[in-house]
Structure formats: structure tokens, C-alpha cells
């Protein structure tokens, strides 16, 4: 299969010179919004709106400055009280909030105080309860309050609306996030306490929203992008915010406003001493898998340039960052690019080692070269099944035999392997399951991760399953197990795929011959006994 080389569009230039963020066109097929689900049952009013795709103010530049000069903005990372944060600190892997960090940036460009409270490492060593987290909140005083979530903190995160309301009954509060984005006008009716939902990417929205609530006679019909009350039970949506095209445009993540040192990538990810943080160099992906969200980075992909890239580089390195993990969905979409990046580390001398996410049909031999030369360390392949009728049932349009062959090529070429695995996909039986653990001793890369399949709302997996779906909290759909799952498969019981989930560790992790090799490997690269010991010590079912 030939996977073609796909550069991101231009971004349109306006009449004052000026680049924008978002291209004024319509939007092409595969960026239009996602429908949001409103019960018939709930007699909820929503009226759709089409605010201008790029916003204008009403205010002198000077005038809008004066006016948001002074206001302070608190982004709230919610923690869920039933975390243990007693956890030694090298066992962590709490990593960086990168979406916050982008957010904060963009907003700090307006002139207005930017503070982050990301609650697992504000308690870190504390009693994680509700009283001690109201404290925290309590002492910053903000304007508006902006609260990440997933789906596996949305418990916590209303929590943490509610609690914000109560101490600050006058602040607005906002919310963003894939879970947000796909709930919509769900959320605002479950949690009215909250005041507008970002639908899509924040980097313009949550800026826009701030700069039209210091206009006279605010109007936030004309912010795109916003889902906001309007009276009970009435909700307004500005439509979906086009996605970001020219990421070059955004600045760097506001690295400065979060304590470093308290994060840590998986030991696996820490190549050498020194900080580590993850960092995204694309947006998107341009397959199709059925467990995907495509909600808020959308099924196109956009690329940041190599020199915007390598510009990053080099300013975390500036902090003492040693390791980076590259969290795009898919990082060698272009190859061309990819090596683009090397030749640029390479010719600025940068003293990182870093890891990313592929596919084995997006890679060749060259680049995989070029990537260890360029201080590429470990490369994680999504494999997830060793079955191909399961293959063809999550649109993975993978080839078993280019799997065998690129993970063996990666590995000669002296860059560490790890690959994706799932189980418990729809119809997915025990032996089905057995077929990817045979596979995993086989291909026998360097490491390997097990998640349980988990649908999410906004991919075609969820569309397939809502009607069979069993749960009571949002936090039981944790692809790496929960005390109740929200699904599995006809003819395996939770007990089973778990009991399946731990034998795939345990049968993978304990073969002498993968203890010996990680001993060796330790002997040549003496860090490398730590990274192991950390890795093998946090992951409690192979004790």
C-alpha cells in the first residue's frame, strides 16, 4: 500500500496581510461538525447560529487590551479523589496537560493572567479530598475558569464546575476537550453551573470568547465555536470551530506555567537523565479506525513545519528537557517531512532522545535510519489485533506480514520497538484474543502495551455499541482496566477479558529469553536498569 505524502494547506493571507488561523472556505466533507445528540425527552431549545469564522472585535485594539489587562484566567486540570497521589514519584507517569498549555499560551497573548492548576500535582503527597482541592481554587480569586476533560475524569471534573461555582458564584466557567466536545449540549443541561462549551480546538475560540466578554453588550453568537446557555433549558451552538490549518501560527505551550519536575513520561520514555515531556508536531490522522475520535483534531491532518518543529526542540532543551515523546496520532504520515526534522536536529546538535507513534505502512528503511541518527529511541506501532478477521472489522487495513517485517527492520536498525494491542472488540472471541498474544511473542518488540477496546463517543465503535453499553460513571471507560467496564463482548465476562489482559502481560513480560535481553541491554547502557526497574515496579500485575 502507498501512503501518499500529504503537506498541510496554505493558510489564506487577508487584505491587511495578516495570516489567519482558520481558513474562511467552507469546509471540506471530512471537517464538518460532529451531530450532537439532544433528547427528545429532555424539551431542550437549541438554536444554531453560523458565527463569522473569523472574529472581529468591536473595540479599538487598544480599548480591548485596556480592558482585559488585569483579568485573571484559572485552567483546572480536575483530579479524581479515588487517585492514589501517595505514589512514589519516579512510579508516576502523570504527563504534562499539552491541551491546557496551548490554551494558556494563546490566552496569555491578550495581555491576561494565566495561572494552571493541575490538581494531581497540586495534591501530590496530600490527601486528595474535596475540602483540600476547594482550598487550592479558592486562594487564586480568577475571572473565568477553564476545566479540561476526558472521559475518564468527566466525574471529576464536574466536581470540580460545581465546587468553582460555589466559591465564585459571578465567575464564568468554560470547558473544553474531546468528552466535551462530544456531549455538547448534553452537558450544559446535566451540569448547568458550567457557561460555555468549546466545541472543537481552543487555541482561537477560548481567546475570542474572552475578547467578546469585554465588549460592550456582549454577543457570543458572533465567537465561532461556543455552546452557551441562553435561558433554562435554551442553549445557543455558534457552529463547529474549523479546525486550526496553519499550526505554525500557534505558540509554543506555556512550559513555564507548569512544574516540570513533577511530571514524568513512562520510565520506558526516559531515554536518559534529565525532564521529559510530551510534545505534538501534527494534528489528525487520515485512517479511519472504528475506536478513533476524530472530534476535535479531526480525520485530516495538519503539520506543523520541521523548523517550527525544531524551534521547540530547542527551547525545551533550554528547560533541561532530555527526553520527548511525540504524541501525534500518526507521526511519519510524511515521510519527507519526518526526515526534514532529523536533518534539523541533527544540524543543530540538540542532546535530546525522543519517541513517536507509526505505522508500519508509513515507513520505510531510510527513514527509519535517519530517525535513529536523529535521536529517535523507541517507536510505538498500533498492531491491535493478530486476527485478521478482527483487523478488518476496526478498518485497520493492516498487513500481518508488513507487521512482521518492519517491526524485525526497526529493531535491526537499533531503535527500540513497542506495539498496540487491544482485546475485547464487538464479536471478538477468546480464541480470536489468543491469535494476538501469539502474535505479540512472535513479532517480539522491544515492549508491549495491552488496552481493553473501549468505545468512546464520537467514533463509529460507540455508534455500534451505545444500545449495549452498561455503566454508572464515565470512569468506567479506562482502556487500561476499570472496577466495572462499560462493555465486553458477547460470550467473555469482565472477569475473563481482564483475567486475558493480565496473561497477555505476564506471558509477554516473564520469558527469560525478554529478561535476558533487557539485562544485556542494561550492561551496555547502565540507565537503562533504571528505566526497567521503575517500568517493571509500577506495573503491579507482573510483580
Known amino acids: 500500500m502507498t501512503i501518499p505524502i500529504i503537506e498541510h494547506p496554505i493558510p489564506p493571507t487577508r487584505s491587511n496581510g495578516r495570516s489567519d488561523l482558520f481558513l474562511a472556505a467552507e469546509e471540506p466533507e471530512e471537517y464538518k461538525a460532529p451531530e450532537f445528540q439532544i433528547k427528545e425527552n429532555n424539551h431542550i ?17 487598544e480599548e480591548e487590551k485596556s480592558r482585559l489587562a488585569g483579568k485573571k484566567v484559572l485552567l483546572i486540570l480536575p483530579i479524581d479523589f479515588s487517585v492514589n497521589t501517595a505514589l512514589p514519584k519516579g512510579l508516576k507517569h502523570h504527563i504534562p496537560p499539552l491541551g491546557v498549555l496551548y490554551i494558556a499560551s494563546c490566552m496569555r497573548e491578550l495581555g491576561v493572567s494565566v495561572k494552571i492548576l493541575d490538581m494531581q500535582v497540586e495534591m501530590e503527597g496530600k490527601v486528595a479530598n474535596e475540602e483540600n482541592v476547594k482550598i487550592i481554587i479558592q486562594n487564586e480569586k480568577p475571572d473565568y475558569v477553564g476545566v479540561g476533560a476526558t472521559i475518564i475524569n468527566w466525574d471529576a471534573a464536574i466536581a470540580t464546575i460545581k465546587m468553582s461555582k460555589e466559591l465564585f458564584p459571578n465567575v464564568k466557567i468554560f470547558v473544553g476537550g474531546p468528552h466535551i466536545t462530544a456531549l455538547g449540549t448534553d452537558a450544559l443541561d446535566l451540569v448547568p453551573q458550567i457557561d460555555f462549551v468549546i466545541n472543537g480546538e481552543g487555541e482561537e475560540v477560548a481567546p475570542n470568547m474572552l475578547r467578546e466578554a469585554v465588549q460592550d453588550n456582549p454577543d457570543f453568537s458572533r465567537v465561532r465555536g461556543l455552546i452557551y446557555k441562553t435561558s433554562e433549558r435554551a442553549y445557543t451552538v455558534t457552529g463547529y470551530n474549523m479546525f486550526l490549518r496553519d499550526l505554525n501560527k500557534i505558540p509554543f505551550p506555556a512550559w513555564d506555567l507548569v512544574k516540570l519536575d513533577h511530571y514524568a513520561l513512562s520510565p520506558l520514555m526516559q531515554f536518559q537523565p534529565g525532564r521529559s515531556v510530551n510534545m505534538i508536531s501534527s494534528r489528525g490522522c487520515v485512517f479511519s479506525c472504528i475506536f478513533c475520535d476524530h472530534g476535535v483534531r479531526g480525520s485530516g491532518w495538519r503539520a506543523r513545519s520541521p523548523e517550527n518543529v525544531v524551534g521547540e526542540f530547542k527551547y525545551l532543551h533550554s528547560l533541561g528537557v532530555r527526553n520527548v515523546w511525540l504524541v501525534d496520532d500518526l507521526f511519519t504520515v510524511s515521510r519527507q517531512r519526518v526526515q526534514e526534522i532529523c536533518d534539523l536536529l541533527l544540524k543543530e546538535k540538540i542532546n535530546m532522545n525522543w519517541s513517536c507513534q507509526a505505522r508500519v505502512d508509513c515507513i520505510d528503511e531510510p527513514t527509519l535510519i535517519k530517525m535513529k541518527e536523529a535521536g529517535c529511541r523507541l517507536i510505538s506501532y498500533g498492531v491491535e489485533s493478530g486476527n485478521e478477521r478482527v483487523l478488518k472489522l476496526i478498518k485497520k487495513r493492516l498487513n500481518l506480514d508488513k507487521v512482521r517485517e518492519i517491526i524485525a527492520l526497526t529493531n535491526k536498525v537499533g531503535i527500540e520497538t513497542r506495539c498496540f494491542f487491544m482485546m ?72 475473563d477479558l481482564m483475567v486475558l489482559w493480565k496473561k497477555a502481560h505476564r506471558q509477554f513480560l516473564l520469558r527469560p529469553s525478554w529478561l535476558m535481553g533487557r539485562m544485556v541491554d542494561g550492561i551496555k547502557h547502565p540507565y537503562n536498569f533504571v528505566r526497567y526497574y521503575k517500568a517493571s515496579s509500577a506495573m503491579k500485575l507482573v510483580a
Request: charged share 25%.
Open 45 to 61: 431549545r437549541v438554536t444554531r447560529v453560523e458565527a463569522p469564522a473569523i472574529y472581529e472585535s468591536r473595540l479599538s485594539s
Open 424 to 495: 475485547g472488540f464487538p464479536s471478538e472471541t477468546k480464541e480470536e484474543i489468543e491469535d494476538t498474544l501469539r502474535l505479540a511473542l512472535e513479532l517480539n518488540p522491544t515492549f508491549i502495551t495491552y488496552s481493553i477496546a473501549t468505545p468512546l463517543p464520537n467514533t463509529e465503535m460507540w455508534d455500534m455499541l451505545k444500545d449495549q453499553l452498561s455503566y454508572e460513571k464515565w470512569s468506567q471507560f479506562n482502556s487500561f482496566g476499570a472496577d466495572k467496564l462499560a462493555y465486553t463482548p458477547d460470550g467473555i465476562s469482565q472477569k
